[in-house]
Protein backbone atom coordinates (compact mmCIF):
# COMPACT_ATOMS: atom_id res chain seq x y z
CA UNK A 1 0.00 0.00 0.00
CA UNK A 2 2.81 2.27 1.34
CA UNK A 3 4.70 1.50 -2.42
CA UNK A 4 1.69 2.46 -4.38
CA UNK A 5 0.76 5.70 -2.47
CA UNK A 6 -2.81 4.65 -1.24
CA UNK A 7 -1.26 4.32 2.77
CA UNK A 8 1.26 5.98 4.48
CA UNK A 9 4.02 3.37 6.18
CA UNK A 10 3.30 4.62 9.59
CA UNK A 11 -0.68 3.71 9.23
CA UNK A 12 0.05 0.63 7.35
CA UNK A 13 2.14 -0.73 10.54
CA UNK A 14 0.07 1.38 13.04
CA UNK A 15 -2.93 -1.32 11.91
CA UNK A 16 -0.52 -4.38 12.29
CA UNK A 17 -1.46 -3.71 16.54
CA UNK A 18 -4.46 -2.68 16.68
CA UNK A 19 -6.56 -2.99 20.42
CA UNK A 20 -8.72 -6.44 18.11
CA UNK A 21 -5.03 -7.87 17.33
CA UNK A 22 -3.65 -7.57 20.77
CA UNK A 23 -6.87 -9.24 21.77
CA UNK A 24 -6.64 -11.91 19.01
CA UNK A 25 -2.54 -12.67 20.05
CA UNK A 26 -4.11 -12.65 23.54
CA UNK A 27 -6.76 -15.20 22.80
CA UNK A 28 -3.57 -17.28 20.96
CA UNK A 29 -1.65 -17.06 24.36
CA UNK A 30 -4.10 -18.28 26.49
CA UNK A 31 -5.13 -21.38 24.37
CA UNK A 32 -1.32 -22.29 24.65
CA UNK A 33 -1.67 -21.43 28.16
CA UNK A 34 -4.59 -23.92 28.16
CA UNK A 35 -2.42 -26.37 26.28
CA UNK A 36 0.33 -26.24 28.14
CA UNK A 37 -1.04 -27.37 31.47
CA UNK A 38 -2.82 -30.37 29.47
CA UNK A 39 -6.15 -28.69 31.12
CA UNK A 40 -8.37 -29.23 27.33
CA UNK A 41 -7.50 -33.28 27.72
CA UNK A 42 -9.23 -33.15 31.45
CA UNK A 43 -11.97 -31.20 30.13
CA UNK A 44 -12.41 -32.63 27.08
CA UNK A 45 -12.47 -36.40 28.42
CA UNK A 46 -14.45 -35.48 32.08
CA UNK A 47 -17.15 -33.89 29.69
CA UNK A 48 -17.41 -37.15 27.71
CA UNK A 49 -17.73 -39.15 30.65
CA UNK A 50 -20.53 -36.94 31.93
CA UNK A 51 -22.86 -36.76 29.12
CA UNK A 52 -22.49 -41.17 28.58
CA UNK A 53 -20.73 -43.19 26.66
CA UNK A 54 -23.44 -44.80 24.40
CA UNK A 55 -22.41 -44.47 20.44
CA UNK A 56 -24.91 -41.40 20.47
CA UNK A 57 -24.43 -39.90 23.27
CA UNK A 58 -20.38 -40.06 22.70
CA UNK A 59 -20.97 -38.14 19.74
CA UNK A 60 -22.76 -35.74 21.17
CA UNK A 61 -20.57 -35.53 24.01
CA UNK A 62 -17.57 -34.65 21.49
CA UNK A 63 -19.57 -32.12 19.39
CA UNK A 64 -20.09 -30.38 23.16
CA UNK A 65 -16.87 -30.26 24.24
CA UNK A 66 -15.64 -29.03 20.96
CA UNK A 67 -17.70 -26.31 20.81
CA UNK A 68 -17.12 -24.94 24.15
CA UNK A 69 -13.38 -25.31 23.68
CA UNK A 70 -13.42 -23.36 20.45
CA UNK A 71 -15.45 -20.76 21.96
CA UNK A 72 -11.64 -20.24 23.70
CA UNK A 73 -8.91 -21.47 22.35
CA UNK A 74 -8.99 -21.21 18.15
CA UNK A 75 -10.77 -23.52 16.08
CA UNK A 76 -7.61 -25.04 14.47
CA UNK A 77 -5.92 -25.78 17.40
CA UNK A 78 -9.28 -27.31 18.69
CA UNK A 79 -9.73 -29.66 15.84
CA UNK A 80 -6.14 -30.31 16.23
CA UNK A 81 -6.32 -31.34 20.05
CA UNK A 82 -9.65 -33.36 19.62
CA UNK A 83 -9.09 -35.44 16.93
CA UNK A 84 -6.29 -37.79 18.46
CA UNK A 85 -8.93 -38.51 21.54
CA UNK A 86 -11.36 -39.46 18.53
CA UNK A 87 -9.00 -41.56 17.39
CA UNK A 88 -7.77 -43.19 20.17
CA UNK A 89 -11.82 -44.09 21.16
CA UNK A 90 -12.28 -45.65 17.81
CA UNK A 91 -9.14 -47.34 17.69
CA UNK A 92 -10.25 -49.30 20.86
CA UNK A 93 -13.72 -49.83 20.26
CA UNK A 94 -11.99 -51.40 17.07
CA UNK A 95 -10.26 -54.11 19.29
CA UNK A 96 -13.60 -54.40 21.00
CA UNK A 97 -15.42 -55.48 17.98
CA UNK A 98 -18.32 -53.10 19.10
CA UNK A 99 -18.50 -51.51 15.89
CA UNK A 100 -16.64 -51.08 12.09
CA UNK A 101 -14.37 -48.40 11.99
CA UNK A 102 -13.01 -48.84 8.61
CA UNK A 103 -14.88 -49.51 5.48
CA UNK A 104 -13.97 -52.85 3.37
CA UNK A 105 -11.81 -52.26 -0.13
CA UNK A 106 -15.04 -53.11 -1.95
CA UNK A 107 -16.81 -49.98 -0.37
CA UNK A 108 -14.14 -47.28 -0.59
CA UNK A 109 -10.91 -49.07 -2.68
CA UNK A 110 -7.10 -47.10 -1.69
CA UNK A 111 -4.16 -48.09 -2.87
CA UNK A 112 -1.56 -50.83 -1.80
CA UNK A 113 -0.40 -49.44 1.90
CA UNK A 114 -2.69 -46.98 2.39
CA UNK A 115 -4.62 -47.30 5.76
CA UNK A 116 -8.32 -48.27 5.11
CA UNK A 117 -11.00 -45.47 4.59
CA UNK A 118 -12.86 -44.60 7.99
CA UNK A 119 -16.30 -45.83 7.88
CA UNK A 120 -19.25 -43.64 8.12
CA UNK A 121 -19.89 -44.09 11.46
CA UNK A 122 -16.49 -43.24 12.10
CA UNK A 123 -16.50 -40.36 9.81
CA UNK A 124 -19.79 -39.12 11.96
CA UNK A 125 -17.01 -38.46 14.99
CA UNK A 126 -14.33 -36.52 12.94
CA UNK A 127 -16.97 -34.51 11.12
CA UNK A 128 -18.70 -33.57 14.20
CA UNK A 129 -15.37 -32.47 16.04
CA UNK A 130 -14.64 -30.79 12.19
CA UNK A 131 -17.90 -28.82 12.77
CA UNK A 132 -18.50 -28.41 16.06
CA UNK A 133 -15.20 -26.48 15.77
CA UNK A 134 -15.94 -23.95 13.36
CA UNK A 135 -19.33 -23.31 15.64
CA UNK A 136 -17.93 -22.82 18.58
CA UNK A 137 -15.43 -20.51 17.58
CA UNK A 138 -18.43 -18.19 16.64
CA UNK A 139 -19.72 -17.79 20.28
CA UNK A 140 -16.85 -15.20 21.35
CA UNK A 141 -14.93 -12.78 19.95
CA UNK A 142 -11.62 -14.87 20.10
CA UNK A 143 -12.74 -18.08 19.06
CA UNK A 144 -11.92 -17.38 15.67
CA UNK A 145 -10.16 -15.49 13.45
CA UNK A 146 -12.77 -13.99 11.21
CA UNK A 147 -14.61 -12.45 14.67
CA UNK A 148 -11.76 -10.03 15.56
CA UNK A 149 -11.05 -9.51 11.39
CA UNK A 150 -14.69 -8.00 11.26
CA UNK A 151 -14.72 -6.29 14.60
CA UNK A 152 -11.43 -4.69 13.18
CA UNK A 153 -13.15 -3.04 10.03
CA UNK A 154 -16.23 -2.69 11.39
CA UNK A 155 -15.13 0.05 13.63
CA UNK A 156 -12.39 1.57 11.91
CA UNK A 157 -14.71 2.12 9.28
CA UNK A 158 -17.75 3.46 11.51
CA UNK A 159 -16.31 4.80 14.26
CA UNK A 160 -19.02 6.59 15.43
CA UNK A 161 -21.28 3.60 15.24
CA UNK A 162 -23.01 3.81 18.65
CA UNK A 163 -23.29 -0.58 18.67
CA UNK A 164 -20.45 -1.33 20.20
CA UNK A 165 -19.33 -5.11 19.53
CA UNK A 166 -17.96 -6.05 23.08
CA UNK A 167 -17.66 -9.33 24.29
CA UNK A 168 -20.43 -9.89 25.95
CA UNK A 169 -22.78 -8.26 23.56
CA UNK A 170 -21.09 -10.55 20.82
CA UNK A 171 -21.41 -13.82 22.64
CA UNK A 172 -25.56 -13.04 23.37
CA UNK A 173 -26.19 -11.96 19.85
CA UNK A 174 -24.08 -15.21 18.39
CA UNK A 175 -24.55 -18.33 21.29
CA UNK A 176 -28.30 -18.90 21.71
CA UNK A 177 -29.43 -19.30 17.75
CA UNK A 178 -25.55 -18.96 15.58
CA UNK A 179 -23.93 -21.57 18.53
CA UNK A 180 -26.63 -23.70 20.31
CA UNK A 181 -29.55 -24.40 18.18
CA UNK A 182 -26.88 -24.90 15.50
CA UNK A 183 -25.16 -27.55 17.46
CA UNK A 184 -28.06 -29.38 18.24
CA UNK A 185 -29.07 -29.13 14.46
CA UNK A 186 -25.79 -30.40 13.63
CA UNK A 187 -25.45 -33.08 15.60
CA UNK A 188 -29.13 -34.61 14.12
CA UNK A 189 -28.07 -33.69 10.73
CA UNK A 190 -25.06 -36.27 11.04
CA UNK A 191 -27.36 -38.82 13.28
CA UNK A 192 -29.51 -38.79 10.67
CA UNK A 193 -27.30 -39.55 7.70
CA UNK A 194 -23.75 -41.18 9.65
CA UNK A 195 -25.10 -42.80 12.28
CA UNK A 196 -28.74 -44.15 11.13
CA UNK A 197 -31.56 -42.00 13.47
CA UNK A 198 -35.21 -43.14 13.08
CA UNK A 199 -33.50 -45.57 10.54
CA UNK A 200 -33.03 -48.83 12.90
CA UNK A 201 -33.11 -51.65 10.93
CA UNK A 202 -30.49 -50.21 8.55
CA UNK A 203 -26.60 -51.74 8.63
CA UNK A 204 -25.60 -48.63 10.74
CA UNK A 205 -28.79 -48.39 12.45
CA UNK A 206 -28.20 -52.16 14.13
CA UNK A 207 -24.40 -51.16 14.73
CA UNK A 208 -25.15 -48.21 16.79
CA UNK A 209 -27.91 -50.13 18.41
CA UNK A 210 -25.44 -53.20 19.29
CA UNK A 211 -22.50 -50.99 20.22
CA UNK A 212 -24.80 -49.13 22.27
CA UNK A 213 -25.43 -52.25 24.61
CA UNK A 214 -21.74 -52.19 25.12
CA UNK A 215 -22.10 -48.78 26.53
CA UNK A 216 -20.28 -50.01 29.53
CA UNK A 217 -16.94 -50.98 27.56
CA UNK A 218 -16.83 -47.50 26.11
CA UNK A 219 -17.11 -45.62 29.35
CA UNK A 220 -14.35 -48.43 30.58
CA UNK A 221 -12.13 -47.37 27.67
CA UNK A 222 -12.42 -43.44 28.19
CA UNK A 223 -12.14 -43.58 32.44
CA UNK A 224 -9.12 -45.28 31.33
CA UNK A 225 -7.79 -42.40 29.06
CA UNK A 226 -9.10 -40.04 32.28
CA UNK A 227 -7.17 -41.72 34.98
CA UNK A 228 -3.90 -41.83 32.95
CA UNK A 229 -4.26 -37.84 33.53
CA UNK A 230 -4.37 -38.66 37.28
CA UNK A 231 -4.92 -36.01 39.86
CA UNK A 232 -5.66 -32.27 38.87
CA UNK A 233 -1.85 -30.60 39.67
CA UNK A 234 -1.16 -27.33 40.80
CA UNK A 235 -0.93 -26.67 37.39
CA UNK A 236 -3.88 -27.35 35.83
CA UNK A 237 -5.78 -25.65 38.78
CA UNK A 238 -4.12 -22.03 38.25
CA UNK A 239 -4.87 -22.00 34.99
CA UNK A 240 -8.42 -23.20 35.30
CA UNK A 241 -8.86 -20.10 37.92
CA UNK A 242 -6.82 -17.45 35.87
CA UNK A 243 -8.94 -18.87 33.14
CA UNK A 244 -12.29 -18.54 34.78
CA UNK A 245 -11.63 -14.93 36.74
CA UNK A 246 -10.87 -14.02 32.94
CA UNK A 247 -13.78 -14.76 31.34
CA UNK A 248 -16.12 -13.31 34.54
CA UNK A 249 -13.97 -10.21 33.70
CA UNK A 250 -14.55 -10.27 30.17
CA UNK A 251 -18.50 -10.63 30.43
CA UNK A 252 -19.08 -8.57 33.17
CA UNK A 253 -17.40 -5.65 31.86
CA UNK A 254 -19.82 -3.77 29.98
CA UNK A 255 -22.68 -6.78 30.73
CA UNK A 256 -25.57 -4.19 29.56
CA UNK A 257 -27.86 -5.75 32.00
CA UNK A 258 -26.36 -4.23 34.74
CA UNK A 259 -23.60 -1.67 35.53
CA UNK A 260 -19.95 -3.38 34.52
CA UNK A 261 -17.30 -3.09 36.74
CA UNK A 262 -15.70 -1.12 34.19
CA UNK A 263 -17.80 1.97 34.22
CA UNK A 264 -18.18 1.49 38.53
CA UNK A 265 -13.99 2.20 38.51
CA UNK A 266 -14.18 4.61 35.77
CA UNK A 267 -12.10 2.41 33.26
CA UNK A 268 -14.15 3.09 30.00
CA UNK A 269 -10.87 3.20 28.61
CA UNK A 270 -9.41 -0.04 29.21
CA UNK A 271 -10.58 -2.75 26.68
CA UNK A 272 -10.59 -6.28 26.28
CA UNK A 273 -7.68 -6.65 25.71
CA UNK A 274 -6.22 -5.39 28.64
CA UNK A 275 -8.28 -8.37 31.09
CA UNK A 276 -6.55 -10.89 28.26
CA UNK A 277 -2.98 -10.08 28.64
CA UNK A 278 -3.47 -9.67 32.33
CA UNK A 279 -4.15 -13.05 32.72
CA UNK A 280 -1.29 -13.53 30.17
CA UNK A 281 1.04 -12.01 32.62
CA UNK A 282 -0.52 -13.58 35.84
CA UNK A 283 0.24 -16.95 33.98
CA UNK A 284 3.84 -15.99 33.42
CA UNK A 285 4.35 -15.19 36.85
CA UNK A 286 3.24 -18.16 38.74
CA UNK A 287 4.83 -21.26 39.26
CA UNK A 288 3.60 -24.64 38.29
CA UNK A 289 4.17 -25.86 42.11
CA UNK A 290 4.93 -24.41 45.34
CA UNK A 291 7.85 -26.88 46.37
CA UNK A 292 9.89 -24.10 47.00
CA UNK A 293 7.82 -22.76 49.98
CA UNK A 294 8.60 -25.79 52.64
CA UNK A 295 12.59 -24.16 52.51
CA UNK A 296 10.62 -21.13 54.03
CA UNK A 297 10.86 -22.66 57.28
CA UNK A 298 13.69 -24.79 56.85
CA UNK A 299 17.75 -24.49 57.06
CA UNK A 300 20.49 -24.61 54.77
CA UNK A 301 21.62 -25.68 52.54
CA UNK A 302 18.95 -25.52 50.48
CA UNK A 303 19.11 -27.51 47.02
CA UNK A 304 18.86 -25.65 43.41
CA UNK A 305 15.54 -26.65 41.50
CA UNK A 306 14.10 -25.12 38.73
CA UNK A 307 10.67 -24.07 38.62
CA UNK A 308 8.42 -23.60 35.83
CA UNK A 309 6.23 -20.88 34.83
CA UNK A 310 2.11 -21.89 34.35
CA UNK A 311 3.15 -20.55 30.58
CA UNK A 312 6.14 -21.08 29.20
CA UNK A 313 7.96 -18.29 26.54
CA UNK A 314 9.59 -21.51 24.76
CA UNK A 315 6.39 -23.51 24.74
CA UNK A 316 4.74 -20.56 23.44
CA UNK A 317 7.41 -19.12 20.80
CA UNK A 318 7.55 -22.59 19.24
CA UNK A 319 4.02 -23.54 19.35
CA UNK A 320 2.85 -19.72 18.31
CA UNK A 321 1.20 -19.01 15.14
CA UNK A 322 2.65 -15.61 14.68
CA UNK A 323 1.35 -16.02 10.50
CA UNK A 324 -2.42 -15.57 11.65
CA UNK A 325 -1.32 -12.23 13.48
CA UNK A 326 0.06 -10.83 10.45
CA UNK A 327 -2.71 -12.56 7.97
CA UNK A 328 -5.04 -10.23 9.88
CA UNK A 329 -3.25 -7.40 10.21
CA UNK A 330 -2.39 -7.12 6.53
CA UNK A 331 -6.31 -7.65 6.07
CA UNK A 332 -6.85 -4.25 8.30
CA UNK A 333 -4.42 -2.74 6.26
CA UNK A 334 -6.39 -3.94 2.63
CA UNK A 335 -9.48 -2.88 4.23
CA UNK A 336 -8.49 1.01 5.12
CA UNK A 337 -6.67 0.71 1.06
CA UNK A 338 -10.13 -0.45 0.02
CA UNK A 339 -11.50 2.48 1.98
CA UNK A 340 -9.15 5.29 1.04
CA UNK A 341 -8.72 4.53 -2.84
CA UNK A 342 -12.79 4.05 -3.21
CA UNK A 343 -12.62 0.00 -4.40
CA UNK A 344 -15.07 -0.69 -1.44
CA UNK A 345 -17.25 2.31 -2.01
CA UNK A 346 -17.60 1.43 -6.26
CA UNK A 347 -17.81 -2.19 -5.42
CA UNK A 348 -20.86 -1.20 -2.61
CA UNK A 349 -22.54 1.03 -4.96
CA UNK A 350 -22.44 -1.31 -7.78
CA UNK A 351 -24.98 -3.35 -5.61
CA UNK A 352 -27.75 -1.23 -5.40
CA UNK A 353 -29.73 -2.74 -7.31
CA UNK A 354 -30.57 -4.38 -4.01
CA UNK A 355 -32.26 -1.84 -2.48
CA UNK A 356 -35.54 -2.74 -4.83
CA UNK A 357 -35.36 -6.24 -2.48
CA UNK A 358 -36.77 -6.28 1.16
CA UNK A 359 -34.13 -5.83 3.49
CA UNK A 360 -34.59 -8.90 5.02
CA UNK A 361 -33.88 -10.84 1.73
CA UNK A 362 -30.92 -8.16 1.44
CA UNK A 363 -29.82 -9.88 4.50
CA UNK A 364 -30.48 -13.24 3.25
CA UNK A 365 -28.32 -12.63 -0.10
CA UNK A 366 -25.07 -11.74 2.15
CA UNK A 367 -25.63 -14.38 4.09
CA UNK A 368 -25.12 -16.77 1.39
CA UNK A 369 -22.54 -15.03 -0.12
CA UNK A 370 -20.71 -15.11 2.73
CA UNK A 371 -20.87 -18.78 3.23
CA UNK A 372 -20.37 -19.33 -0.70
CA UNK A 373 -17.36 -17.42 -1.10
CA UNK A 374 -15.17 -19.33 1.99
CA UNK A 375 -16.30 -22.60 0.84
CA UNK A 376 -13.18 -22.53 -1.86
CA UNK A 377 -11.22 -20.08 0.16
CA UNK A 378 -9.70 -19.44 3.62
CA UNK A 379 -12.83 -17.33 5.64
CA UNK A 380 -10.09 -14.88 7.25
CA UNK A 381 -9.41 -13.53 3.62
CA UNK A 382 -12.61 -13.86 2.48
CA UNK A 383 -13.63 -11.77 5.39
CA UNK A 384 -10.91 -9.18 4.89
CA UNK A 385 -12.43 -8.74 1.10
CA UNK A 386 -15.96 -8.82 1.48
CA UNK A 387 -16.70 -7.04 4.90
CA UNK A 388 -15.28 -3.74 3.38
CA UNK A 389 -17.71 -4.37 0.49
CA UNK A 390 -20.93 -5.28 2.58
CA UNK A 391 -20.09 -1.64 4.77
CA UNK A 392 -20.66 0.32 1.49
CA UNK A 393 -22.80 -1.64 0.30
CA UNK A 394 -25.37 -0.99 3.56
CA UNK A 395 -24.49 2.70 3.38
CA UNK A 396 -25.61 2.60 -0.50
CA UNK A 397 -28.89 1.01 0.07
CA UNK A 398 -29.70 2.40 3.47
CA UNK A 399 -29.82 -0.71 5.54
CA UNK A 400 -27.87 -0.43 9.06
CA UNK A 401 -24.34 -1.61 8.64
CA UNK A 402 -24.12 -4.08 11.32
CA UNK A 403 -27.33 -5.91 9.70
CA UNK A 404 -25.39 -6.54 6.58
CA UNK A 405 -21.93 -7.51 8.03
CA UNK A 406 -22.35 -9.52 11.64
CA UNK A 407 -24.31 -12.38 10.34
CA UNK A 408 -22.57 -13.06 6.69
CA UNK A 409 -19.14 -12.47 9.26
CA UNK A 410 -20.63 -15.90 11.44
CA UNK A 411 -21.55 -17.92 7.55
CA UNK A 412 -18.29 -17.56 6.92
CA UNK A 413 -17.55 -19.90 9.70
CA UNK A 414 -19.80 -22.44 8.34
CA UNK A 415 -18.24 -23.87 6.04
CA UNK A 416 -18.75 -27.74 5.79
CA UNK A 417 -17.63 -28.90 2.09
CA UNK A 418 -14.03 -28.63 1.39
CA UNK A 419 -11.08 -28.87 3.54
CA UNK A 420 -9.67 -25.75 2.24
CA UNK A 421 -12.83 -24.05 3.55
CA UNK A 422 -11.53 -24.05 7.21
CA UNK A 423 -8.72 -25.52 8.83
CA UNK A 424 -10.95 -28.00 10.98
CA UNK A 425 -12.01 -29.57 7.56
CA UNK A 426 -8.37 -29.80 6.29
CA UNK A 427 -7.43 -31.22 10.49
CA UNK A 428 -9.83 -33.82 10.53
CA UNK A 429 -9.48 -35.01 6.45
CA UNK A 430 -6.00 -34.93 6.79
CA UNK A 431 -5.75 -36.83 10.35
CA UNK A 432 -8.45 -39.68 9.66
CA UNK A 433 -7.70 -40.04 5.83
CA UNK A 434 -11.56 -38.59 4.43
CA UNK A 435 -11.84 -38.08 0.80
CA UNK A 436 -13.37 -34.84 0.08
CA UNK A 437 -16.24 -36.32 -1.34
CA UNK A 438 -17.87 -37.36 2.20
CA UNK A 439 -16.92 -33.76 3.68
CA UNK A 440 -18.96 -32.39 0.44
CA UNK A 441 -22.02 -34.67 0.99
CA UNK A 442 -22.01 -34.58 4.68
CA UNK A 443 -21.76 -30.48 4.78
CA UNK A 444 -25.03 -30.45 2.70
CA UNK A 445 -27.69 -30.30 5.74
CA UNK A 446 -25.36 -28.40 8.25
CA UNK A 447 -24.79 -25.77 5.32
CA UNK A 448 -28.35 -25.19 5.30
CA UNK A 449 -29.17 -25.14 8.71
CA UNK A 450 -26.38 -22.31 9.22
CA UNK A 451 -28.25 -20.17 6.34
CA UNK A 452 -31.40 -20.64 8.21
CA UNK A 453 -30.20 -19.68 11.32
CA UNK A 454 -28.20 -16.93 11.00
CA UNK A 455 -30.92 -15.29 9.18
CA UNK A 456 -33.97 -16.32 11.56
CA UNK A 457 -31.22 -14.76 14.53
CA UNK A 458 -30.44 -11.50 12.82
CA UNK A 459 -34.26 -10.68 12.02
CA UNK A 460 -35.45 -11.61 15.63
CA UNK A 461 -32.88 -12.22 18.27
CA UNK A 462 -30.49 -9.36 16.67
CA UNK A 463 -33.00 -7.58 16.99
CA UNK A 464 -32.86 -7.45 20.63
CA UNK A 465 -29.47 -7.39 21.70
CA UNK A 466 -28.92 -4.36 19.36
CA UNK A 467 -32.32 -3.00 18.95
CA UNK A 468 -31.11 -0.02 16.85
CA UNK A 469 -30.32 -2.38 14.14
CA UNK A 470 -33.92 -1.61 13.46
CA UNK A 471 -33.77 1.72 10.85
CA UNK A 472 -30.56 3.26 8.80
CA UNK A 473 -28.33 5.36 11.62
CA UNK A 474 -27.69 9.06 11.56
CA UNK A 475 -24.36 8.50 12.53
CA UNK A 476 -24.18 6.38 9.14
CA UNK A 477 -25.71 9.05 6.82
CA UNK A 478 -21.98 11.16 6.94
CA UNK A 479 -19.60 8.16 7.00
Known amino acids: MPLFGILSSEIACSLYFTDTLVLFIGGLILALAIEYSNLHQRIALGTILLVGCSPRRLHFGLILVTAFLSMWISNSATAAMMCPIVKAILTELDKQKIFTIYKTQEEEPVEEGEKPHPSTISMSFYFGVAYAASIGGCGTLIGTGTNLTFKGIYETRFPDAKEKIDFPVFMAYAIPLAVIVNLMLLYLSLQLTHMGLFRGKSKIGQEVKQAAQNKEVLRKIIREHYDELGKWTCHEIQVAVVFTIMVLLLVFAKPGFMKGWMEALNLKGVGSSAVIFLAVAILFALPTQYTFLKYCCGSAPFTGRTIDACLSWVFLQNNMPWGLAFLIGGGFVLAEGSKVSGLAKMLGESMKFVALLPSSLAVGMTIILGIACTAFSSNVAVCNILT ?92
Request: contains cysteine; proline residues 11%.
Open 388 to 479: PVFCEMALAIKIHPLLLTLPPTLGMSFAYHLPVSTPPNAIACGYAGIKSKYLAMAGILPSLWGVIILWINALTWGFVVFPGTKEFPKWAENA
